[in-house]
């Protein structure tokens, strides 16, 4: 398998984009020499790339394309759309419908406001607590890797250039199933957090109460319960990772699944707070979302489509069994290899992570680049295992065998050192405060 033609477009990029793309998570930072630079084409499962060399994906579209590249019902959905038009003067009747249709999906929402990334939805909650609880502080979990790129997250990452230290100062953390840890912050900054922001779980399960202790702090705290549901959203349940759990936030923000890759992002909540962004009260007003791309009607028309088809064939079921399924025969691998406590499948089958450590057992980067190396060599772009609709018996099957090869390779890198077999740097992790 040769790159040269990704290599001539990756120099190209870089040279006119900053970092050679639009997502930190798909530079050429986090992958390891021999890649695939880039892709030129989809379908279902399948991708490929600029030199013609053919790959199954997992993650796809970093966990956006949750049916399948080209996936026709949601194209022509779109593309009727389209043809009719695709944004006007005033709101289109397409708006309130697909409004119907997201909060007969969320029971405790009242109202909802669509954007087009996720991340403006999540900012928009945390800007809408601020000024309902008339609070400056955001409480974020220290655990969960991403929520926003804006300065009120960002600030509180490695990266932090270019953040003023008044804006970082705002955001304070508290650890996942530790409720002392979020109690104490609310001890420590009495009437001072307006909104705590997590999501409802990653690759560690909440522990009993802890989900329905945090609603009952924020609420005997005076703070907005904030709920980012980005990857939950159409993972966990058809309703949300707070419909799984049975916990209820007093915001919630969806993306990624909802409408098969088209941009579209969602906040909902409860009226009470949500109105303050409205019309129909006489408080302060709060410029809650409004962009002019916020109610696109092809991404509105695919979102609907796209949720009818998961009711329709129970996709949430399906992203399980085909998740189990790849787990399954990845731990067996990993037993025939006697590689456990060195590689591990992480997480929900619906949302598949993995983990590589060095012959310490700590967390490698090397060894995720051998990983990545060895994979993609035998036709997996795999930087998670994150299954969609579209990954069929015969998908997983192959991709067990392919990761058995790879995993062969990375027991012998355990053995005679990592830098035998891997090909040039290895990966890093994206935030970190220098190149
Ligand atoms: C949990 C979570 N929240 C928020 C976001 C931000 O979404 P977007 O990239 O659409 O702005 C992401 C994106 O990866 C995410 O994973």
């Known amino acids: 398998m040769t790159f040269s033609q990704s290599a001539a477009w990756q120099e190209k990029a870089h040279s006119i984009i900053p970092g050679g793309a639009h997502t930190y998570a798909k530079g050429d930072d986090q992958y390891p020499v021999l890649a695939p630079g ?4 989809g379908d279902g499962c399948h991708v490929w790339d ?35 038009g695709s944004n006007f003067t005033r709101p289109a009747t ?32 945390v800007r809408l607590s601020r000024a309902y609880t008339g609070r400056d502080m955001i409480a974020r979990c220290a655990d969960h890797p991403f929520f926003s790129v804006d300065d009120w997250f960002i600030g509180s990452t490695p990266m932090s250039a270019g953040i003023p230290r008044a804006v970082r ?19 420590q900054y009495p009437g001072k ?12 399960e909440p522990k009993a109460n802890f989900l329905a202790s945090v609603a009952k702090l924020c609420r005997t705290e005076g703070a907005v319960f904030i709920l980012d549901e980005m990857i939950t959203g159409f993972r966990w349940h058809l309703g949300g990772a707070q419909k799984y759990y049975g916990v209820a936030p007093d915001l919630s923000a969806f993306g990624k699944a909802m409408a098969n890759g088209f941009s579209i992002s969602a906040l909902a909540g409860k009226k009470e707070i949500m109105e303050l962004g409205g019309l129909r009260h006489d408080k302060e007003r709060v410029f809650l979302l409004s962009t002019t791309h916020g109610a696109e009607t ?17 996709v949430v079921e399906r992203l399980h ?15 025939s290899l006697d590689l456990e406590g060195y590689f591990e499948v992480l997480g929900r089958s619906s949302n598949l992570i993995y983990a590589t450590r060095d012959q310490s057992k700590q967390p490698s980067q090397a060894f995720r680049a051998l990983f990545l190396q060895e994979t993609i060599q035998r036709g997996l772009l795999m930087p998670s295992m994150v299954v969609s609709f579209s990954h069929s018996d015969e998908d997983i099957d192959h991709t067990v065998d392919a990761v058995g090869e790879a995993l062969s390779v990375y027991r012998k890198a355990l053995e005679d050192g990592v830098e035998q077999y891997l090909v040039g740097r290895p990966v890093k992790p994206v935030f970190r405060k220098f190149n």
């Open 38 to 41: 880039c892709l030129v084409q």
């Open 50 to 84: 600029v030199d013609g060399n053919e790959f199954v994906e997992y993650g796809m579209g970093l966990r956006a394309v949750t049916l399948g590249h080209g996936y026709r019902p949601i194209v022509e959905a779109a593309y009727r759309q389209m043809l009719k």
């Open 94 to 125: 397409i708006e309130p419908e697909c409004a119907q249709e997201l909060l007969d999906l969320v029971d405790k929402a009242d109202m909802v406001k669509f954007a087009k990334n996720g991340s403006d939805a999540v900012s928009a909650a």
């Open 169 to 187: 100062e705002l955001t304070v953390q508290f650890r996942y199933n530790d409720i002392e840890s979020l109690r104490a912050l609310f001890a």
């Open 193 to 204: 957090i307006a909104g705590v922001v997590m999501e409802a779980a990653t690759t560690e």
């Open 298 to 314: 092809h991404s509105l028309a695919a979102a609907i489509e796209t949720i009818k088809i998961y009711k329709q064939k129970q």
């Open 321 to 335: 069994r085909q998740g189990d399924r790849l787990r399954r025969g990845i731990d067996e691998v990993i037993r």
